[in-house]
C-alpha cells in the first residue's frame, strides 16, 4: 500500500518594515532546505511560498500525520528564516514560534499545521489520479474556512455536484473543534446533509468552532479536507498575532471540483482578523507571494493547485488559483466593500468580538475606567 502523507506547516517569523512580507534572503533559505530534505529522502517533495507575512512548506511524504521528522524539519526551517529576519531587523523574527523547542509535533508551539494521510495508487478506482489545493491564508482566524467549506459541502446552491454526482450526495462527515477548550482537544463528528443544519448553529461562531476535518460518506477511510484549527492566544495566554490557518482540499473524482471549491471565495466574507487581528474584514483572495500591503491589512488567503504522481512527487507545474484575472473583479468588489465597513471605525462589529479583544491591551483600559464607574440612585 503506497501511502502519502500531505503537510502544510505555516508561520510567520519575520518580515519587512512590519507585517508585510518575509524577505527574499529567508525565503532562499528555506527553499535551499527543502531542496536538501528531498535529495536526503527526508520528505518526497516540497514547494516554500508566503501569503502575507507568513512563510508556508508544502510537503509530500511517507512518514504519517505529526511525524517528529516532518515537523522538526519544518521548525529548523523557520528557526533558520528567524536568524536571518533577526540578522538583518526584520520586524517580528520567530513572532509564531512560541516554545523554545518543539515536542515530538509543531502543533501548540506555533505554527499553523494542516495534514491528511491517503493511498496513492493510479489503479485506485475512486482516486486514480490525485488533485488538492493548498489555501494559505493571512491575519486571519482558523474559523475564516467554516463559511466556504459549509457551502462547498452542504449547499447545492453553492456545489452543483451535490445534485449531480450519485457518489458525493452519499455526503460528508464533518468534525469540529471547540476551539476555547485547553484541556485537550474537544470536537465533534456530524455528518451531512442530514445534520447540515446543527453543522451551522456550530459554524456560525468562526471565533470559537472550525472545521478541523471532512470524510467522505461514499468512501470512509478518504479524508478530504484538513484545516489548522488551533487558536495562538489558547497557546501564549496573549495576543500574538491571528493564527493565520492553512487547508488542505482534495478535489475532483468523488470529491468536489476546484472550481465548486472556489465559489464561495467570491463574497468576500467577513472573518476576525486584519490589522492588529482585532477588526472584522471581507477576505480578499490574492496571488501565492503576496505581500500586505493595504489599508487596514485585509485578511488575504491565496491557493495553490497541484497534481501528485504515483511516488508523491508534485507536478512541476501547479496552478496560481486566486491569481488569475478571473478574480480581478472580486478583489476590487472586496476592496470596496472593506472601505465601506471601515467609516465605522472601531464601532460595535466593525471590531472583533470581546472575547478576541479579551488578549488585547483594551482589557488594561476597561479595567481602569471601571473604577470610575458611579451608581446613581
Known amino acids: 500500500m503506497n501511502k502519502i502523507t500531505l503537510s502544510v506547516i505555516k508561520a510567520d517569523v519575520g518580515s519587512i518594515g512590519g507585517h508585510t512580507k518575509p524577505s527574499d534572503k529567508m525565503m532562499d533559505l528555506v527553499k535551499s532546505q527543502i531542496a536538501a530534505a528531498v535529495e536526503q529522502k527526508i520528505i518526497i517533495d516540497g514547494l516554500a511560498t508566503y501569503t502575507g507575512d507568513d512563510i508556508a512548506i508544502t510537503m509530500s511524504h511517507r512518514r504519517g500525520i505529526n511525524a517528529p521528522e516532518i515537523h522538526q524539519f519544518a521548525w529548523n526551517c523557520f528557526l533558520s ?3 536571518e529576519a533577526q540578522k538583518t531587523g526584520l520586524y517580528g523574527a520567530g513572532q509564531d514560534l512560541l516554545v523554545t523547542a518543539p515536542a515530538g509535533t509543531v502543533k501548540g508551539a506555533g505554527p499553523a499545521v494542516a495534514e491528511l494521510e491517503f493511498e496513492r495508487d493510479n489503479q485506485n478506482k475512486n482516486r486514480p489520479a490525485e488533485a488538492f489545493l493548498v489555501f494559505t491564508a493571512d491575519k486571519c482566524g482558523p474559523g475564516s474556512y467554516n463559511y466556504p467549506f459549509y457551502s462547498v459541502f452542504c449547499d447545492p446552491m453553492h456545489d452543483g ?4 454526482n450519485p457518489k458525493m450526495r452519499k455526503g460528508f462527515v464533518f468534525t469540529i473543534v471547540d476551539m476555547d477548550c485547553k484541556e485537550g482537544d474537544r470536537f465533534i463528528k456530524l455528518e451531512a446533509p442530514e445534520r447540515s443544519w446543527d453543522i451551522a448553529a ?3 461562531n468562526p471565533d470559537r468552532f472550525a472545521i478541523e476535518s471532512i470524510h467522505s460518506r461514499y468512501a470512509p477511510e478518504e479524508q478530504i479536507v484538513s484545516v489548522s484549527a ?10 500574538t498575532g491571528k493564527d493565520d490557518p492553512v487547508a488542505i482540499v482534495r478535489t475532483q473524482g468523488i470529491f468536489p471540483a476546484p472550481e465548486e471549491t472556489v465559489e464561495p471565495f467570491m463574497l468576500g466574507h467577513f472573518v476576525t482578523g486584519g490589522a492588529r487581528g482585532s477588526h472584522v474584514m471581507p477576505l480578499m483572495p490574492v496571488a501565492i507571494n503576496t505581500p500586505v500591503a493595504g489599508p487596514y491589512c485585509l485578511p488575504l488567503i491565496a491557493l495553490t493547485a497541484f497534481s501528485m504522481d504515483a511516488d508523491g512527487m508534485f507536478s512541476q507545474e501547479y496552478i496560481d488559483m486566486f491569481g488569475n484575472v478571473a478574480w480581478d473583479a472580486t478583489r476590487f468588489k472586496i476592496q470596496q466593500k472593506a472601505e465601506e465597513w471601515r467609516r465605522q471605525g472601531f464601532v460595535g462589529p466593525t471590531m472583533a468580538s470581546h ?3 479579551s488578549y488585547t491591551g483594551i482589557v488594561d483600559a476597561l479595567a481602569a475606567l471601571e473604577k ?3 451608581i446613581r440612585k
Not at 161 to 164: P, T
Open 372 to 374: 470610575e464607574f458611579i
Open 230 to 239: 488551533t487558536r495562538l492566544h489558547n497557546i501564549a495566554g496573549k495576543y
Open 202 to 204: 456550530l459554524l456560525q
Open 355 to 357: 472575547a478576541e479583544l
Open 81 to 83: 528564516a528567524t536568524s
Open 161 to 164: 455536484g451535490l445534485l449531480l
